[in-house]
Every structure is written in structure tokens, then in C-alpha cells.
């Protein structure tokens, strides 16, 4: 008997926020002298954007995911993209708008339910993958194969687990990009694409991947399924690395949605 498959629709949302750094300022001790100084500048836009005739265009909210045809691993096309059908782009890039250095970390979320998490991590086990990113020159993508992503996450992946403000599990992983952006600068692609395992399948009310049924969440919705990507920024002056930077500027095991976060990594 043909299984029956039943599209997906995939919402994703994108936020991003800045923490503005201010310069020290120094002040005379008896001259009564005016001394002035400027606040640091740090504005950062979260960019999504898909495949278009013409390039890379803004990428369009509620996509339909399917089962991926192929593979995403196979044959590319002139942007360094997979040829396999039902592959959703997802082309995650950040521009520094502001007027200086700043240093940037990015988060990708994934509904717990499609993914293997951590602790045995293995990515031919997730029902919704994700690819990173390539390098993006003169706005054409072209393939990093062979070569170290420069988003740096150690030797595993930054991660944490998080219910959000719709009920569902999520599992968060995070990278600091290799340097300092330039102002005006943009960075390479922290994300490129997601798809649906090729084991997918939806029959008599109940959802497989894998040979085996999959656990949802109370109060799941396959019409509605969200993988949000959140951006922070911080000056670059002061600091020597990313790290260093997102450790003075954020609380400790900072969660960019908000609520309790568990299983840091």
C-alpha cells in the first residue's frame, strides 16, 4: 500500500536583539572642563533569505516540508545548494549595522520531538535535519565542502533544552562567530536549510520516522511547526573573543526566549 504523506507547514520565526556598549568616559579632576564622549553603537538585523531566479531572495514564511527526495548531501546546484526536492532553504546570515566591531552569537531551535538532542548526538537520527552554513560571495552561495565552519561551538555543539510560550520542547544550539564583524559587515551563513527525514510518515493519526512512531509533545500542531532563530550582539571593544564578550553581557546560561532553560552544554 503507497503511504500517505501529509504536508507540514513550517513557521519560522526570526528575532534579534543588541546590547549597546558604551565608551568609558574620564572627567577631569579640578579644571571643570566639558569632556564628551560617545555611546557604542551595536544593531544587528537577523537575515533569512531562500533561493530565488535571481539569487538569494527574502526567504517566505510557511513553508510546506515534505520528505526529502534525494539527498541533501548529493548533488548541488549553481548556488551550492542541494538538487533534492522538498530541501527548504533556510539561509541564516547577521548584518552589523552599527557603527563598530561587535562580536555575534547565534541560536537554532528545533522542536525536541524531530531531534536527536545531545547527550548521542547523531544527526542521521533527526527527523527534521538542518545543514550549516556555506560562504556567500557577491551573493551566490558557494559550497565550504572540505572546509572548517567558521561559527565556532568546540568540538560538539553549544546546547540547551527549552519549553517555549507554545508548550513545546525545544532543543537550542548556539555558535559565536570566528571574529569580530566589521561595521557594515555581514557574516557567513550560520544556517543553510532544513528537511524531513526520507523515513518520514504520518498514518492512522500517529506520526514514524525510522520504523518507529514518534513522541509529540501535549498539545502539538503539524501545521504550525516553528524552528526560531534568535541573534545577540555586544561591542567588540575590550574584549578579546566572542566568549569573553557574551559572558560579561549576558547572565550566565542566557536564554534568548525567556523560561527555564535545562541541559546545558
Known sequence: MKK????????????AIAIVGASLAYFTD?????NTFTVGNVDID????????????PFQQNKKLYPIVGSAQGEKDQYGMPKAKNYVDKVVTVRNNGFEKAYIRAYFAIPSALDDGYETFNAGQNVLHFNFGNKVENGTITSTEGKEWIWKHGDKWNYFETTMNDGI??????AD????????????????????????????GKCYAFGEEITLDDGWDWNAVKCPVF???????????????????????????????????
Open 177 to 204: 562567530y570566528y571574529q569580530a564583524v566589521d561595521a557594515g559587515a555581514t557574516t557567513e551563513q550560520f544556517v543553510q536549510g532544513v528537511y524531513l527525514d526520507k523515513s518520514f510518515d504520518r498514518k492512522d
Open 46 to 57: 537577523l537575515i533569512e533569505q531562500q533561493r530565488g531566479k535571481e539569487g538569494l531572495e
Open 169 to 174: 520542547k525545544y532543543n537550542v544550539y548556539y
Open 231 to 265: 541573534a545577540v550582539a555586544c561591542q567588540a571593544e575590550g574584549f578579546d573573543n566572542a566568549s569573553d564578550a557574551m559572558t560579561a553581557a549576558f547572565p550566565p546560561k542566557y536564554n534568548p526566549w525567556g523560561g527555564v532553560a535545562t541541559n546545558w552544554q
Open 4 to 15: 500517505k504523506i501529509t504536508a507540514i507547514s513550517l513557521c519560522v520565526a526570526l528575532l
Open 30 to 34: 579640578t579644571d571643570n572642563k566639558t
